[in-house]
């Protein structure tokens, strides 16, 4: 059964960090894409960062420089590291994987970035 559980949100003041867990089970991570999207109240679901089975990487143009997503082949988790945090990316963050063509969700954690 594939389950993807995401951990690591919270409150950070701006220009601060955070890293994002994705712990994945039912699969193997090396062997397929993952990417993280975020949602904020009021706006739709958008792409963060995706990495490839590769290890190719992509980001969102807001996020090129202050993040980035990796993986652990050993522990089966994709990480996104945040560094100089915006209240604008104030969000609830959720991991996304699409295995044997299907689409499979995390819970989401939330990040807030305020002072």
């Known amino acids: 059964q594939v389950q993807l559980v995401e951990s690591g949100g919270g409150l950070v003041q701006p220009g601060g960090s955070l890293k994002l867990s994705c712990a994945a089970s039912g699969f193997a991570v090396s062997e397929y894409g993952m990417s993280w999207y975020r949602q904020a109240p009021g706006k739709e679901r958008g792409l963060v960062a995706s990495?490839?089975?590769?290890?190719?990487?992509n980001y969102e143009d807001s996020v090129k420089g202050r993040f980035t997503i990796s993986r652990d082949n050993a522990k089966n988790t994709v990480y996104l590291h945040m560094n100089t945090l915006k209240p604008e990316d104030t969000a609830v963050y959720y991991c996304?994987?699409?295995?044997?063509?299907?689409?499979?969700w995390g819970q989401g954690t939330q990040v807030t970035v305020s002072s």
């Open positions: 996304y994987a699409r295995v044997w063509g299907t689409r499979y």
């Open positions: 990495i490839t089975s590769a290890a190719t990487t």
